[in-house]
Nanobody, 121 residues
Framework: QVQLVESGGGLVQPGGSLRLSCAASGNIFSIIAMGWYRQAPGKQRELVAT???????IYADSVKGRFTISRDNAKNTVYLQMNSLKPEDTAVYYCKADVRLYSDPAVKGYWGQGTQVTVYS
């Protein structure tokens, strides 16, 4: 019903930058919020940043001042600009969208497949 396609992960040295993108498609009536989460090996998945349709944002303390989340509502796409990357940012990054479908008034969460970000020295 909803597909989230992520792109933009890769390898980067400390201090470098990457930009992640996530495009949502399907039988979408509205997207309430979109966000990025990450999961490092042996750790739980954690929130990185979220943004509502009204552009209200929330960031994890560990990425404040380095990462910026933005959204193109017309394209149902969310971006994560990651600057000053550190080795501890290494993880699989997942996109999530809280979506209301035309066929279902309930808001449900959908996840992307994940994209690997590796920050290496």
């Amino acid at each position: 019903q909803v597909q989230l396609v992520e792109s933009g992960g890769g390898l980067v040295q400390p201090g470098g930058s990457l930009r992640l993108s996530c495009a949502a498609s399907g039988n979408i009536f509205s997207i309430i919020a979109m966000g990025w989460y990450r999961q490092a090996p042996g750790k739980q998945r954690e929130l990185v940043a979220t943004i509502t349709s009204g552009t209200r944002t929330i960031y994890a303390d560990s990425v404040k001042g380095r990462f910026t989340i933005s959204r193109d509502n017309a394209k149902n796409t969310v971006y994560l600009q990651m600057n000053s990357l550190k080795p501890e940012d290494t993880a699989v990054y997942y996109c999530k969208a809280d979506v209301r479908l035309y066929s279902d008034p309930a808001v449900k969460g959908y996840w992307g497949q994940g994209t690997q970000v590796t920050v290496y020295s």
